[in-house]
């Protein structure tokens, strides 16, 4: 069981090009999330998942795209990456049961934009 | 969701008890405590949660007074490994998305 884990772990970007970033749970958790966390600065959500299919603008949506195509996966699109999109970028999942609704989170993706 | 309120940073030396406050008014019938613990270079971890009274687990206790405006996250004698920041939210029930503040930056010396 990897829990929540993160492609690519670093990333140098050039200004105007575009990558994917991917997510992969194999805990069968319906939501999931992409956060990006700036020096100094707390988690901002930039877009979410309630399930296999559906997609959600959170607070940061802009420059990014998302697509959950299958329920263990929530890639991370950014199409013309720009040097204010260089963060540590945090995806994170839960389950739908229970009180907690814990977030597992993964280990982070590091991008750099020059 | 409720607004939480706790201090930007907290300094300790090993071995001792720390407590971090968090404030919420605003908390709803519905909402639970939630704490979250961030080390460096790495991605948040859920460490406790509660609705009232107290809980404690292997890693925190968590105190809740019965009118649910604060509460207190007890780290019992603290080591360099429990630097970090601590982020307090008040999750309800069958959330969709949380807010993270910038919580709270523990930092434990020698």
């Known amino acids: 069981n990897a829990g929540v884990t993160q492609t690519p772990k670093f990333r140098v970007l050039k200004t105007g090009q575009s990558m994917t970033l991917l997510c992969a749970q194999d805990?069968?958790?319906?939501?999931m999330y992409w956060y990006r966390q700036d020096p100094g600065m707390g988690l901002r959500l930039i877009h979410y998942?309630?399930?296999?299919?559906?997609?959600a603008k959170g607070e940061v949506p802009d420059g990014y795209n998302v697509s959950r195509l299958k329920k263990q996966n929530f890639l991370l699109g950014l199409e013309s990456a720009a040097p204010s999109q260089t963060s540590v970028y945090f995806c994170?999942?839960?389950?739908?049961?229970?009180?907690?609704?814990?977030?597992?989170f993964g280990p982070g993706t590091r991008l750099t934009v020059t | 969701l409720a607004k939480t309120t706790q201090p930007i940073s907290m300094d300790s030396y090993e071995g001792q008890e720390v407590n971090i406050t968090c404030s919420h008014n605003?908390?709803?019938?519905?909402?639970?405590i939630t704490w979250y613990q961030q080390f460096p270079s790495q991605g948040p971890r859920f460490i406790i949660q509660?609705?009232?009274t107290k809980v404690t687990n292997e890693v925190a206790s968590l105190f809740i007074p019965a009118d649910r405006k604060s509460s207190t996250l007890s780290l019992p004698r603290v080591s360099l490994s429990d630097t970090a920041v601590y982020y307090c939210?008040?999750?309800?029930?069958?959330?969709?998305?949380?807010?993270f503040g910038k919580g709270t930056m523990l930092l434990v010396s020698p």
């Open positions: 994170a999942s839960r389950g739908g049961t229970g009180t907690a609704y814990e977030q597992y």
């Open positions: 998942s309630v399930g296999e299919g559906t997609t």
């Open positions: 509660g609705y009232k």
């Open positions: 939210l008040a999750v309800p029930s069958g959330y969709s998305t949380l807010t």
């Open positions: 805990m069968n958790h319906e939501y």
């Open positions: 605003n908390i709803a019938t519905n909402d639970y």
